[in-house]
């Protein structure tokens, strides 16, 4: 044998095990096959445990909402309208005397003024001589008819005695007649002068507001030349055009509902309706008294409706309908909170309610505002009435 032999004999000879060594190894290795098989048969007929499930966390609300319900309501059936508001009457305060000056102006554009209070005064001195020469003219008559009457009844009794023709007594009879017809003619002219006297004062014919005014102190004015114009009683009303198919459904006393172009909303009633149709146009006026006080002017565009009667609706609050992809849905709330979107059809619209023509029923409990947050499926946290969902949003995080 050779040395590299005996190298590589001896190196197999080192690495083989000893025989005490593999006996150890072969009785652990038995031992504890035993030891897993009589574990797994000792009762081979009892199932292994089943672990038991890992409780699942609950699911994240997306919002704290408010419920609400759909509402059976008595839904007004209304006309759509346009038109203006005007003064129900704008009287025109004139003058009735020329060529006198004004002295003072005691009334401004938008002042609210009482039957008979003075707006105006011309200077009267001019006509306040006139009525004194005017009853200087009638004391005057007064004493001409004085002297003929005593000479009539003077001549009636020389009449009989024959010492006075019937020639003469007709002539103190007729003279008495004469200065009693000038006494009518001076009472008239002195209470003509009067008048123009009191016409001095311009005063309002009527209840109601100033809406223009022209005149001016100093100025010397004509006859019948306007100085302010009044809305009576400060009553307004709004000028309806209707067409023609619209006239026979209107009917005075129904009530109307407009909004001016300052955003006033006002309520009135119909007062009359017009007579005759615009050969251009087809339209119609209609005539809505609005109340006193209103925040309207005249002059101002308003767009409103007419109520012509009333009908059964199912209405929901507009915060609880949302559209998306041309078409209007609700959010029914389900058990545990969860929503389901349903599709619905609107109808018509009144102040913050509109009106569901299909899709809803009274028994659905629905999501009133935020819609626009949620998604099919999702599960949200009703509130109690009256509660903000705000506070409770924060709350819940």
Same mark, same amino acid.
């Given at each position: 044998?050779?040395?590299?032999? =005996?190298?590589?004999?001896?190196?197999?000879?080192?690495?083989?095990?000893?025989?005490?060594?593999?006996?150890?190894?072969?009785?652990?290795?038995? /031992?504890?096959?035993?030891?897993?098989?009589?574990?797994?048969?000792?009762?081979? !007929?009892?199932?292994?445990?089943?672990?038991?499930?890992?409780?699942?966390?609950?699911?994240?609300?997306?919002?704290?909402?408010?419920?609400?319900?759909?509402?059976?309501?008595?839904?007004?059936?209304?006309?759509? /309208?346009?038109?203006?508001?005007?003064?129900?009457?704008? +009287?025109?305060?004139?003058?009735?005397?020329?060529?006198?000056?004004?002295?003072?102006?005691?009334?401004?554009?938008?002042?609210?003024?009482?039957?008979?209070?003075?707006?105006?005064?011309?200077?009267?001195?001019?006509?306040?001589?006139?009525?004194?020469? =005017?009853?200087? !003219?009638?004391?005057?008559?007064?004493?001409?008819?004085?002297?003929?009457?005593?000479?009539?009844?003077?001549?009636?009794?020389?009449?009989?005695?024959?010492?006075?023709?019937?020639?003469?007594?007709?002539?103190?009879?007729?003279?008495?007649?004469?200065?009693?017809?000038?006494?009518?003619?001076?009472?008239?002219?002195?209470? &003509?002068?009067?008048?123009?006297?009191?016409?001095?004062?311009?005063?309002?014919?009527?209840?109601?507001?100033?809406? +223009?005014? &022209?005149?001016?102190?100093?100025?010397?004015?004509?006859?019948?030349?306007?100085?302010?114009?009044?809305?009576?009683?400060?009553?307004?009303?709004?000028?309806?055009?209707?067409?023609?198919?619209?006239?026979?459904?209107?009917?005075?006393?129904?009530? +109307?509902?407009?909004?001016?172009?300052?955003?006033?909303?006002?309520?009135?009633?119909?007062?009359?309706?017009?007579?005759?149709?615009?050969?251009?146009?087809?339209?119609?006026?209609?005539?809505?008294?609005?109340?006193?006080? &209103?925040?309207?002017? &005249?002059?101002?565009? +308003?767009?409103?409706?007419?109520?012509?009667?009333?009908?059964?609706?199912?209405?929901?609050?507009?915060?609880?309908?949302?559209?998306?992809?041309?078409?209007?849905?609700?959010?029914?709330?389900?058990?545990?909170?969860?929503?389901?979107?349903?599709?619905?059809?609107?109808?018509?619209?009144?102040?913050?309610?509109?009106?569901?023509?299909?899709?809803?029923?009274?028994?659905?409990?629905?999501?009133?505002?935020?819609?626009?947050?949620?998604?099919?499926?999702?599960?949200?946290?009703?509130?109690?009435?009256?509660?903000?969902?705000?506070?409770?949003?924060?709350?819940?995080?």
């Amino acid at each position: 044998m050779t040395g590299s032999d =005996q190298y590589q004999w001896k190196t197999n000879i080192m690495k083989k095990p000893s025989l005490k060594q593999a006996g150890w190894g072969a009785a652990l290795t038995l /031992a504890l096959c035993g030891t897993a098989l009589w574990a797994t048969g000792a009762d081979s !007929s009892t199932p292994a445990a089943v672990p038991a499930p890992k409780p699942q966390p609950a699911e994240k609300s997306a919002l704290a909402v408010n419920a609400v319900q759909p509402r059976v309501i008595e839904w007004p059936i209304s006309v759509t /309208a346009n038109g203006n508001i005007a003064a129900w009457q704008e +009287a025109a305060v004139g003058s009735e005397l020329g060529g006198l000056r004004l002295s003072e102006v005691a009334v401004n554009v938008g002042d609210v003024v009482r039957k008979g209070q003075v707006l105006a005064r011309f200077a009267s001195a001019s006509v306040t001589a006139d009525v004194m020469q =005017q009853q200087a !003219s009638l004391e005057e008559a007064e004493a001409a008819l004085s002297e003929a009457q005593a000479n009539a009844e003077r001549a009636r009794v020389l009449i009989n005695s024959g010492a006075l023709s019937g020639q003469m007594n007709k002539q103190y009879m007729t003279a008495a007649q004469s200065a009693k017809a000038r006494l009518s003619l001076a009472s008239a002219r002195l209470k &003509s002068e009067q008048i123009r006297l009191q016409q001095t004062v311009v005063v309002a014919p009527d209840d109601g507001v100033i809406s +223009a005014r &022209s005149a001016a102190v100093g100025a010397v004015v004509g006859q019948g030349q306007e100085l302010f114009k009044l809305i009576r009683q400060n009553r307004l009303e709004w000028r309806v055009e209707l067409s023609s198919a619209d006239l026979l459904r209107v009917k005075p006393g129904q009530h +109307a509902h407009l909004v001016a172009a300052n955003g006033a909303t006002v309520e009135g009633k119909v007062r009359i309706v017009g007579p005759s149709v615009d050969t251009a146009t087809r339209n119609a006026l209609v005539y809505v008294d609005l109340p006193v006080g &209103s925040r309207v002017q &005249s002059g101002m565009f +308003a767009t409103g409706s007419l109520e012509l009667g009333r009908s059964t609706a199912l209405a929901v609050p507009q915060s609880a309908v949302v559209s998306a992809d041309g078409y209007n849905y609700v959010y029914r709330i389900g058990n545990g909170g969860k929503v389901s979107q349903v599709r619905v059809e609107l109808g018509r619209r009144l102040e913050q309610d509109v009106e569901l023509v299909s899709g809803g029923d009274p028994s659905m409990r629905l999501v009133a505002r935020g819609v626009g947050f949620l998604n099919d499926g999702d599960t949200v946290t009703v509130l109690a009435p009256g509660a903000a969902p705000g506070a409770a949003q924060i709350a819940s995080r």
